[in-house]
Structures are given as C-alpha cells and as structure tokens.
C-alpha cells in the first residue's frame, strides 16, 4: 500500500512563474491536507479538502494560492506568480473517511521543496 | 486560538543520554496530541499520540503524557541513540473528527554525537 505520493520532490521557479504541486492520496483516503513549512519553521496549516469540496481553506494566502482535490486525479496546489518568499517546504497529508466518532490519523507525504529563484 | 509551544533547540546530547523535549499547548476543547518526527529531507512520521487527559503514547522507546492540569505534553525517551537524530514536532487537533488539521509547534532539533 503506497503511502502519500507528492510531486515533484524538489521544483524550481522563477519569480512571476506558475507552481503546482500535486498530492496523490494513500488508497481508500477522501482527506487531503496542505501544510507549508518555513525555513526554521513548523509547519503552518494551509487548506483542507475532501473530494471536489474546500473544507477549510482558513490558512490560505487570500490571493496567488488556490487549491482543489477532483474526482479523478491528485490533489494539486497552485501558486501563481511565484515571489521568493512562497520558497518553502510543502507537504501534503491525507487521512481515511471519518467513522463516526473514532478519530482516525493523518498521514504525511515527503513534501515538494519549492526554491524561487 | 489553539496553539502549542516547544522547547527550542537545537539540543545535543551524547548517545545514551536521557532526552527530555518539553510541550505545552493552548486549547478551547479537549484536543488529541501528537508528536511526530522529520528525518532530513524526509516528510513527518508520527511517533506517538494521546487521545485524552492521562493518557501516555509509547512507541520505539519514547513516551509523552498527556497532563491536562499542567496542560503539558512532554516526549522522553531514556537513552537516545545516534539515528535518533531528528526533527521533533509536537501538535494537537481539536477538530473533533479527522486529525489531519493538525496545530504544530517550530519544532527542536535533536542531534545525536556517539
């Protein structure tokens, strides 16, 4: 059973260029979850989707950012018109459908390291 | 808002040291707790967790309690080992269900010297 697939590992983008990372959940996980980290950071709660839905999207930078998780396919993040700050680790984490009321754990990908340049 | 806060690091111990990575959290429910580790250039793991006051999360010699009163989370392990060397992040969630929406502390480094 693979576990979380991000990709690429490593992107490089100059200023004013698109971003897009892309999350493949493990089998059977509906929940994505984006989380960025800073150098010398923790990581930082971005959005959280369940399939075509934005659940919480309440740590999303208001402009430049946007997220989706379709029907068929990975979850991608985009970032347009990249500035060296968006240069950060971001790592994806997904978890199976709720049961009830039995809490169920998040499981990581390696993260896509973005370097703007 | 909920938070959590971690000792900073980085700490340096020699290998069989006693390790002690202190948590303490902010919450308006009864969160679960978590602390998971990051090996260089790696994702997060999840090392251990605790789902209610009391409750003590174990796993490859390291445990944390979960302390409501002092509303304290701290991870200990007995003698540490040179590939223990790592990230360690504590975090809660308080979202009631999936713990995927996870509040994270900065983190301590922790290396290892044999």
């Known amino acids: 059973n693979a576990g979380v697939m991000q990709n690429p590992r490593h992107l490089v983008r100059r200023r004013g260029q698109e971003a897009r990372l892309r999350c493949s959940p493990m089998k059977g996980h509906s929940h994505v979850y984006w989380y960025r980290q800073l150098p010398e950071e923790g990581l930082k709660f971005m959005v959280y989707?369940?399939?075509?839905?934005?659940?919480?999207e309440s740590g999303m930078p208001k402009e430049r950012f946007s997220a989706e998780f379709p029907k068929e396919g990975p979850s991608i993040l985009r970032i347009q018109q990249v500035v060296r700050g968006d240069s950060a680790a971001y790592f994806c984490?997904?978890?199976?459908?709720?049961?009830?009321?039995?809490?169920?754990?998040?499981?990581f990908g390696q993260g896509t390291r973005l370097t703007v340049v | 808002g909920d938070s959590v806060t971690q000792m900073e690091g980085p700490v340096t111990l020699s290998e069989e040291a006693f390790l002690t990575i202190n948590c303490t959290y902010t919450?308006?429910?009864?969160?679960?707790l978590f602390w998971y580790v990051q090996y260089p250039g790696e994702g997060l793991q999840l090392l251990l967790k605790?789902?209610?006051?009391?409750d003590k999360g174990s796993n490859k010699g390291f445990e944390a309690t979960y302390r409501k009163e002092t509303t304290s989370f701290h991870l200990e392990k007995g003698s540490v080992q040179v590939s223990d060397s790592a990230v360690y992040f504590c975090a809660l969630s308080d979202s009631g269900g999936s713990q995927g929406n996870l509040i994270f502390g900065k983190g301590t480094k922790l290396s290892v010297k044999p």
């Open positions: 984490a997904s978890s199976p459908p709720l049961r009830g009321a039995l809490n169920t754990e998040a499981f």
């Open positions: 919450a308006t429910g009864y969160p679960s």
């Open positions: 605790a789902t209610k006051a009391d």
């Open positions: 989707l369940q399939k075509e839905n934005i659940i919480d």
